[in-house]
């Protein structure tokens, strides 16, 4: 009898699961095909019957860290945890000082996998640099929503207050969203964007 290949408990399904916990926490680079068919449990033939190269698990893999990543975690921690856009834009370094110190903290796909296929031709570097830019398309949004002048600019800077504590956070500084969060603070009240409390004094 051939293997299903769809549904949750599916080839494909179990490919995805398999590639996507093996590419996030061990990179692309040193990820053969042979370990993901081997913690997926299926035949090579399944996998290339669903995926016509290791290239296309990859593109995979980052929509779904997308989705996983960006949106069902990051951005509705950052709803959750504050109501208006200065605080949710402040909520990134708090949602990340409580993700840098997990024992599982795998740090960013989108820079490690840039890094790793660091050719701006590879249509999968080029997916990177969309799903980053997805990223501060969300924090334009919020920059616009707090009054900032230049959203875009603004979200440029914010991002790289993000991918900086990220990075510090793997060297180890597991106090890196903290300090992350004391300069935006800093940028927010540099960009006239004050906290209510700080409004009602002038």
């Known amino acids: 009898m051939s293997e299903p290949t769809t549904g949750p408990s599916g080839g494909r399904e179990r490919i995805r699961r398999a590639a996507y916990d093996l590419f996030s926490r061990e990179g692309t680079r040193a990820v053969g095909v042979d370990a993901i068919i081997a913690r997926a449990g299926v035949a090579k033939m399944t996998l290339y019957r669903n995926f016509a190269s290791k290239d296309d698990l990859i593109l995979d893999f980052l929509e779904q860290?997308?989705?996983?990543?960006?949106?069902?975690?990051l951005q509705a921690e950052v709803r959750e945890r504050a109501s208006t856009p200065r605080g949710q834009l402040l909520a990134i370094f708090d949602t990340f000082s409580d993700w840098f110190v997990q024992p599982d903290f795998e740090g960013c796909a989108f820079l490690t996998i840039m890094v790793e296929i660091n050719d701006p031709t590879s249509r999968i570097h080029q997916a990177t640099v969309r799903h980053l830019a997805n990223i501060r398309?969300?924090?334009?949004?919020?920059?616009?929503a707090a009054g900032a002048a230049d959203p875009d600019a603004f979200a440029r800077k914010w991002h790289i207050l993000m991918k900086g504590s990220i990075m510090a956070a793997h060297e180890g500084d597991t106090d890196a969203g903290r300090r992350a969060r004391e300069l935006g603070e800093l940028f927010l009240q540099s960009q006239g964007i004050l906290a209510d409390e700080d409004r009602s004094v002038w």
Request: charged share 35%.
């Open 65 to 73: 860290r997308e989705q996983t990543w960006t949106k069902d975690w």
């Open 137 to 144: 398309i969300f924090l334009s949004e919020l920059a616009e």
